[in-house]
């Protein structure tokens, strides 16, 4: 836990230090906070107001200081602290990567276990065919058609917005999907490799039923990798699903993410870009700790190192 602990924070300290870096490498941030017929004594207060005028490393310093106390700075559109704008946002973003990790699983799982069961079969063939459409579609334009059929020409959802679970259904199905194809495809490559062991032959020898064979033993030592999959998955999800966001215009991190970006409002930018990568290295060492409680075996050899 400390090893990974160190990892993650030193990490994070990477990625705070970048977007400072980039930050001031795209221009002088005060030219975005004044007008164009701005004379340069505006410019100059300017600087002095925001501590524009210090050395680059006094600066950092005072940036850093600022990130660790929560102190994200002021949008310049909204003239509100950055911290309070995401607040608004990550709830939404946080609904809609629960419900998208809930499909990835459900469907992802289980066409994965039904493959890997019936391998060489027509319901593998059909299986791994879903999968390639699903990881092979883009998510604009899958996203564009569940508008046009299920909200244009049904009318049975609503084509965008926040609200109740209509709302939130094309949503997690395009974002959901896309991730559930690659755990179909990892769960069935996985439980392959399972099935073929000899402790899974013993088991069936002893008269255990297949469903116990493969839910008791197989799924759980399968699991690892699906577990990462799914763990670096929801990391993704949580820092914004730009594309899907958009498109459905969901009031999440990744849409705020956007009308900074449109906008030049680079503290939003920077803040959004340093809550995503906190949640993101917050989640794998979530999954990393899950490792021991999946696989005993692995808490033996940390043991041991």
């Not at 602290?81 to 709830?91: A, M, S």
């Not at 319901?123 to 879903?130: E, F, K, N, Y």
């Not at 755990?183 to 297949?210: C, F, H, N, P, W």
Request: glycine residues 12%; neutral net charge; hydrophobic residues 55%.
């Amino acid at each position: 836990m400390i090893r990974r602990l160190a990892f993650s924070l030193t990490a994070m300290a990477g990625v705070v230090t970048i977007v400072f870096v980039l930050l001031h490498a795209t221009g002088d941030p005060a030219a975005l906070l004044v007008t164009q017929d701005a004379t340069q004594q505006d410019m100059e207060a300017i600087r002095q107001e925001y501590g524009l005028d210090k050395p680059l490393l006094v600066q950092y310093a005072r940036f850093i200081g600022h990130v660790a106390r929560g102190d994200l700075g002021y949008s310049y559109y909204y003239g509100l602290p950055v911290t309070e704008l995401i607040v608004e946002h990550i709830g939404a973003t946080f609904e809609l990567a629960v419900a998208s990790l809930a499909v990835a699983i459900v469907l992802g799982v289980a066409l994965g276990m039904v493959a890997a069961v019936r391998r060489g079969s027509g319901v593998d063939t059909a299986a791994m065919t879903v999968a390639l459409l699903g990881t092979s579609m883009p998510s604009f334009w899958l996203g564009l058609l569940l508008i046009i059929i299920f909200g244009v020409k049904l009318g049975w959802l609503p084509v965008s917005g926040f609200g109740g679970l209509e709302h939130l259904i094309m949503p997690a199905a395009v974002l959901g999907g896309f991730y559930a194809a690659q755990v179909t495809r990892l769960t069935r490559t996985s439980l392959l490799e399972v099935l073929a062991q000899d402790y899974i032959r013993t088991g069936r020898a002893k008269g255990l039923t297949g469903t116990v064979v493969l839910c008791k033993h197989a799924l759980r030592n399968a699991a690892l990798p699906v577990l990462t999959v799914l763990g670096l998955s929801f990391g993704q999800m949580l820092g914004g699903a730009i594309i899907v966001e958009s498109i459905f215009a969901w009031p999440g991190m990744g849409r705020l993410a956007v009308q900074a970006v449109l906008g030049r409002d680079f503290p939003v930018v920077q803040g959004a870009t340093i809550i995503g990568a906190a949640v993101f290295l917050t989640v794998n060492l979530a999954v990393d700790l899950t490792y021991g409680w999946v696989d005993p075996r692995l808490r033996s050899f940390a043991q041991r190192t």
